[in-house]
């Protein structure tokens, strides 16, 4: 049993892998303007339930790179990666909400959105080895003033 669950973990962080390193490739084709490399690259990830490919992908929708410019399909990806924990697609929907972009302007909305990427960055932020441990007392005095833990 424990040599089952060793494979499966063993191919799962292979994957993981993998996918960042396709990740990692697309930064690349973005960077030298192939947008339809980089769209091309990022597709089979968004699709399999990736959120930072995701993410990447619905901002190649919002700003029209390599396709055409689809904010409904930017919003539609933005929301599955939000609600996978990601944080910049969970800040870009608290933008979209504040500034009314794609969207009917929801200053409730948008406020849900920052909190939960807010809450996020400094779950990510607090678990950082390298963190000083004056930084973490700001950080753990933010996360319990504003309650969130509850995002």
């Not at 697609?89 to 009314?100: D, I, K, P, T």
């Amino acid at each position: 049993m424990k040599f089952a669950k060793f494979i499966v973990l063993y191919f799962l962080s292979i994957t993981s892998y993998a996918n960042q390193d396709l990740i990692d490739k697309s930064f690349e084709f973005y960077n030298q303007g192939k947008y339809s490399k980089t769209y091309e690259t990022l597709l089979p990830l968004a699709d399999s339930g990736n959120p930072r490919a995701q993410y990447l992908l619905g901002s190649l929708y919002e700003n029209g790179k390599g396709v055409l410019k689809d904010m409904d399909r930017a919003i539609d990806l933005y929301k599955k990666s939000a609600a996978s924990g990601y944080s910049g697609a969970q800040n870009s929907l608290g933008v979209f909400y504040e500034m009314g972009i794609g969207v009917l302007q929801d200053y409730k909305e948008s406020f849900f959105w920052y909190k939960k990427a807010a809450a996020n960055y400094l779950k990510r932020a607090y678990e950082h080895p390298e963190l000083p441990k004056t930084t973490k007392k700001v950080i753990s005095d933010t996360w319990s003033s504003n309650e969130l833990w509850k995002y």
